[in-house]
């Protein structure tokens, strides 16, 4: 697919202003499809009224979302790096909510309920509830706060690999073994609550600023609606539209149960045992760690996210084998497609965010790696996955250009300030390491 006129980009230039953008604005660059309109609204709204408004990067949470399920398109004939391939209608539909279950559900209960009720509302429930609970990293509801505990526990005396690794896995192992065995069904329904009250209160929040100018929320996500009274009233009806489905599929009762919920603790947590009994660690390379940085914590966050990874992997494999390896249909990339296409946005501003810098340069080596072998493999057993080649070599090209950015801001800063050598031997590091990867890259030999 070659895109034949000049794509606009008006509805990321609507959210970088803090601005709702019109539903005849977003079908006009995703596609006339009335759930593209929906899945943003939602997204603005969960992440608006939950106080997830801004990234560290300083991008709009929103804004993340959209150009990462817009970007396949909007840069497919670019002439520096284009993406030769776009998202199908329900990869779209699954990156544009991506970010929901970890950063809007906020814990394990949560991110189920919300990917849940949003499978329902998007339809083709099975599917793209699958997607999303394998674009979802479960482990870190476990890991998560365990790392953050020992952070703020040793932020003082940094710790290193021997007795480091002995306390990181100590204190993984003890929360562990308390998983719950047993979860209230009340507890459950708040998070539904929740879910319902984020849309009605951004509903108001939006009403009020469209008539009186003023929004009473601390961190919002839209601070100007100046829509045509025709637009406003329209994404009204998307909001209202919303939730009446969320009224229809609670009194249906389709509803996460508690049964689900101690099932998923239990799949979770034999995940994350599997992984350390195996004791196949995952090192970080020391010279790209930053000072007082724990090298047993990079350890575990770099092999459970490499395991996360393998999910998406192994389900994408074994749902084409299922097919029996379609020439003609990919829809197994479900996952792994919107998974690269949102970390393809995440690597854009690796420079604006240096504390962070190494995370994202990990997880899309990563990333490469298992898309590449993925695709490697499909080739192999005569299945379609030539857009999952492009997305690839569109990601390794983009790590390119924003490390060789990063690099140059880091001699910038080098020649004013001695101080900041260390971070330029990081970020060279960094591209020589990139190197690594490119016989993989190669291999693919994608047309």
């Not at 005849?24 to 995703?30: F, M, N, P, Y």
């Not at 003890?174 to 009605?200: G, Q, S, T």
């Not at 009446?244 to 689900?260: M, S």
Request: hydrophobic fraction near 35%; charge should be neutral; proline fraction near 4%.
């Amino acid at each position: 697919m070659q895109q034949e006129t000049e794509l606009s980009n008006i509805v990321t230039q609507q959210l970088t202003k803090n601005r709702l953008p019109a539903k005849k604005q977003i079908l006009a660059e995703l596609g006339q499809n009335d759930k593209f309109a929906e899945a943003v609204y939602l997204n603005i709204a969960l992440l608006h009224q939950s106080g997830k408004s801004m990234r560290r990067d300083s991008k709009g949470a929103s804004r993340h979302a959209y150009d990462a399920a817009y970007r396949p398109k909007y840069r497919f004939s670019d002439p520096k790096n284009p993406t030769k391939y776009t998202l199908s209608e329900p990869e779209t539909i699954c990156t544009l909510l991506h970010d929901i279950g970890e950063d809007v559900g906020k814990t394990l209960i949560g991110a189920m309920v919300f990917n849940d009720m949003q499978s329902h509302l998007f339809g083709n429930g099975h599917t793209l509830k699958k997607n999303l609970e394998l674009i979802t990293n479960y482990r870190d509801f476990i890991w998560g706060p365990v790392k953050s505990g020992l952070k703020k526990r040793t932020a003082q005396k940094p710790l290193w690999r021997s007795a480091d690794m002995h306390t990181v896995l100590k204190q993984l192992r003890f929360v562990l073994d308390r998983v719950p065995n047993k979860v209230k069904k009340e507890d459950i329904m708040l998070d539904y609550a929740r879910f319902r009250w984020c849309i009605h209160s951004f509903k108001n929040g939006i009403e009020r600023l469209h008539s009186h100018g003023f929004y009473d929320h601390q961190r919002p996500v839209i601070k100007y609606v100046d829509l045509h009274i025709d637009d406003f009233f329209e994404a009204i009806d998307v909001i209202d539209g919303l939730m009446d489905r969320f009224d229809e599929v609670l009194d249906a009762g389709y509803i996460v149960t508690p049964e689900q919920v101690v099932e998923k603790y239990g799949v979770v947590r034999d995940q994350i045992s599997d992984v350390l009994g195996k004791e196949e660690f995952l090192y970080p390379d020391e010279k790209l760690m930053f000072p007082g940085e724990s090298h047993a914590i990079l350890t575990l966050d770099k092999t459970l996210y490499y395991a996360y990874l393998s999910d998406i992997y192994s389900a994408a494999l074994q749902d084409a084998e299922d097919a029996r390896y379609p020439v003609d249909d990919d829809s197994f990339l479900g996952a792994m497609m919107p998974k690269i296409a949102e970390n393809a946005d995440n690597v854009l501003d690796i420079s604006k965010d240096p504390s962070h810098m190494e995370s994202i340069y990990r997880k899309s080596r990563g990333l490469l790696r298992a898309g590449a072998n993925l695709y490697q493999t499909l080739q192999n057993r005569g299945a379609s996955s030539l857009r999952l080649g492009y997305a690839v070599q569109h990601l390794y090209k983009s790590l390119q250009i924003s490390v060789t950015d990063a690099l140059s801001v880091a001699k910038i800063d080098l020649k004013r300030d001695t101080a900041y050598r260390p971070t330029y031997q990081r970020v060279e590091l960094m591209r020589e390491k990139l190197k690594d990867l490119k016989p993989l890259i190669n291999k693919m030999k994608v047309i």
